[in-house]
């Protein structure tokens, strides 16, 4: 026991100084490691509220491609216009809107059948009519707007711009206003027929010859009579023609 002592009291200042350092030590690593672990938590928060947002922005953009894609639609647009086919439109747009993205009403156009301002619904088609069109002399104006049987059994009257929306509507079925949106076959000018498509310029040259030697087409079929129109073309050719005045055109 003395023996341990006089070792103690021989070294007591370097134990002393021994257990000072590595209470500090010990503190210094206890401190370390609580610094280190509010770190980390802290980068787990941000971490945990970033792909909160990213998420809360997918969901974001999702819901607006979901609005913006329920807003727009197409329309089809024929007759007399500088570039016919089908055009993405959104609600607040109008007829005179899908015109120009068109190019714009041919010079052979009647305006005056037409109206610019009517608003636009989904699968309409968009008829211009040609000046002097075998439904010139009808007492009934065209329907130059209409949406197709399928969408809706109303059709869009565009020449009525004064009266009020109930009374700019007709049936889809009503068969004298579908014909008066198409071009009579012996009565139709080369340009008339040149915007009718599958009809270029020279088919519509063969078709006034046609028109000239044999007096009058009887019957839309007579077309396959004619060099280069076969069934295809003719099934296109034929959704905007009629036969009208089957008397001599020479």
Known sequence: MKKLRAIFDEYRTRIIIGGIAGIILLLLGWSWWQKNQATELTELDTKTE?????SQSSTAM???????????????????????????VNRSQRVNDVVMAAGGLLKTADSNRI???LQLHDQQIIFIPFQNDASAGSSQLPTTVEQTPSASNNVSNATDSTTSSASSTITANNESDETASKIDLNSATKEQLMQINGIGEKKAAMIINYRQEHGSFKKLEDLKNITGIGDKTFAVMAESLIVGNTTNTN
């Open 115 to 117: 109206n610019l301002s």
């Open 50 to 54: 970033k792909n909160a947002k990213i």
């Open 62 to 88: 999702s819901k607006s491609s979901s609005i913006a894609n329920k807003s727009t639609f197409f329309v089809d647009i024929k007759g007399a216009i500088a570039k016919p086919g089908v055009y993405r």
